[in-house]
């Protein structure tokens, strides 16, 4: 039922309504087809409507010459009949708000199922009028389309209501976008007419509008009816700041206008360059305008509006771009393709600036006149473009649809919603996703892209491609290098998902910090919440505690290791390897002599060498001998995940390498370092050796060491 609508007017105050069930069973049914027959009565009842909508059918043939009106006619007799004796509390008859709003919707081109339904959306709400006679006499769409905005009765859910109307709403959003199109012009009317309520309900009419209303508006591409509806929530809930915009854009609008005079220059330029375009200015609204203020500080003429090039082609877009830039002083940084790159909610427009001589810069938007009819009306313009053809859609009895191609926002909202363990959580979730609103695209390494809000780390996109299945992720590639699962995802990152294979694998609690999606969260806290005694994802790291505190131990004795031979070109003392690069066959070496006459020998790319080096230390000749057999020292880097060390000690078995000695450290951000120290009987095993390590679930690199042994 709309905000305003009420019983007959009384002298006195505004009654409250009555209750629904006792209003329903004191009045008769409407009879549907005797309507019907009463409205084709009469000499050239046919081709007259009545005078009420004539200003709606004006409106819609602007926009369709050829749509067929007879559905208008019966959806408003209907109407006028069902609420007639209703009256809305500014004291108007309740016909006037179904009429305003198709009127808004006629006027940005919505097509005719969208504006019968739209008469006729309050009918089964607030009259006799069920469902099934909406269904009967105006078809299955038009039924959708109403109980799509019918909103569910507080008698029965009671404060749950308004978070189950918006979910119910919402879900038959899903299946044809136009549900959420009558919403938002049903609410801009309301809002347009909230004046005659007590200040606090237009305050938190006002907040709900600005909280999830215009949000969906923008997600929608609906700017026409998100702006206006951005201004009213504006005077309601910042009344000052918003008398101080006002005051602001009426001197500005007292004063010459720089932006007629760039407008002038602009339309010069491409006469010149013989380019079909419309050059007009295009005020800023007075949230912009505020934005604006806030942003810059006092502002200047050019920042009351912008100029829009309207052209007939794509191709057109690109030429006044470049006869901008080319004949005016372009300020590069605010240059924007929205036509190659679309927005998420189907905005296509070029956005450049150009500077004048006086430092004021002008902003500029090119786009065609189909670009933009959609971007002032968004959905509403385009139908439902989000269904697939006709032949492909299914109804049933219930009104059920079948699953369109969804924008990816609907999509993931539709998702974790079902997952929402009851209607606070619901409500408040839903204000902070639709508050998300820019989006990014990530590539999987398939190829196929998902589409996240912008802030979405690692952990948001294994739940967006798994699902629940994403419990198991433990890690991910960003780019090709390994991430935390905290990294924040930006535009056009390739991002790979690393899954455990481990049934055991669980969430960690930690998780939780880096969740930026609802459908990361919710999912996470279900899990926490179903297992109330776990934490942090267990590791086989085992630890000592000793003198400096918490260590790692060894997880095997060693025997004492016999390594490769080393020649030297002139006889000395013993040969050592280093410890801190572990040289082996074939590595290039180079020895240095040290303290007791030995000879200590290291990879030549060792960060030791430069320090011997730098040491004064003599450099000695050195080369392998003919023993195959080698020491080494590797390094382990993986996601911590239970039997991870078992499985790891296996494949180094399995190899035929001997451990001499193994650290297991203490997991770091889900992250464990494994130091081994190993015995092979032959140096050109090792590669094999490093790439069955690197094949266990959860280990991301294994590397030779490279820094000094602690």
Known sequence: MSAEATNPATPGPVAPAAPTVARRKSRPRIDLRRLGRAALLGPAVRSKLPDAIGHVAEAHRAHHPDADLDPLRRAYLLAESSHRGQMR????????????????????????????????HDTVEDTEVTLDQVGKEFGEEVRYLVDGVTKLEKVDYGAAAEPETFRKMLVATGNDVRVMSIKLADR?????????????????????????????AERLGVQALKTELEDLVFAILLPEEYARTSELIAQNA????????????????????????EVLIRPRHSVSVHRVSRKRGPLRGTDFGRLLVLVNDDADCYAVLGELHTCLTPVVSEFKDFIAVPKFNLYQSLHTA????????????????????????????????????????????????ADPTRPGWLSRLLDWQRGAPDPDTFWSTLRDDLAQDREITVVRPDGGTLGLPEGATCVDAAYAQYGEDAHACIGARVNGRLAALGT???????????MGQDPASEPSREWLEHAHTPAARIAIQRWLAAHPGADARPSDTTTTEGPGGTRPTSSAPAARPRGADVLLDEPGGPVRLGGCCTPVPPDDIVGFAVRGGA???????????????????????????????????????????PHLLADLTEAIALEGAEIVSATVESPNQQRVRHTYTLQLPDAAELPALMRAMRDVPGVYDVSRVQAPAA
């Open 89 to 120: 509390k500014s004291g108007e008859p309740y016909i006037t708000h179904p009429l305003a709003v198709t009127l808004i919707l006629a006027e940005l081109g919505a097509e005719t199922t969208t504006l019968t339904a739209s008469l006729l």
């Open 488 to 498: 924040v995802l930006r535009d056009g990152d390739t991002v790979q998902l690393l």
């Open 599 to 641: 000879v200590t020998v290291h990879r030549v790319e060792c960060s030791m060498v430069d320090e011997m080096k730098n040491g004064g230390r003599a450099e000695i000749a050195v080369r392998w001998g003919d023993t195959a057999a080698c020491r080494v020292t590797l390094v382990a880097e993986s996601f911590s995940r």
């Open 188 to 216: 801009l009317h309301n809002m347009r007419t909230l004046g005659v309520m007590r200040p606090e309900k237009q305050a938190r009419i006002a907040k709900v509008t600005h909280d999830v209303l215009i949000p969906l």
């Open 254 to 277: 007292a004063g010459e206008d720089p932006l007629a005079e760039v407008a002038d220059e602009v339309r010069a330029v491409l006469r010149e360059a013989d380019i079909p375009a």
């Open 354 to 401: 150009v500077a004048r001589p006086d430092g004021q810069v002008v902003e500029v938007l090119i786009r065609t006149h189909r670009m933009h009819q959609a971007a002032e009306a968004g959905v509403i313009a385009l139908g439902n473009p989000y269904t697939p053809p006709a032949e492909e859609q299914t109804a049933g009895l219930d009104g059920e649809r």
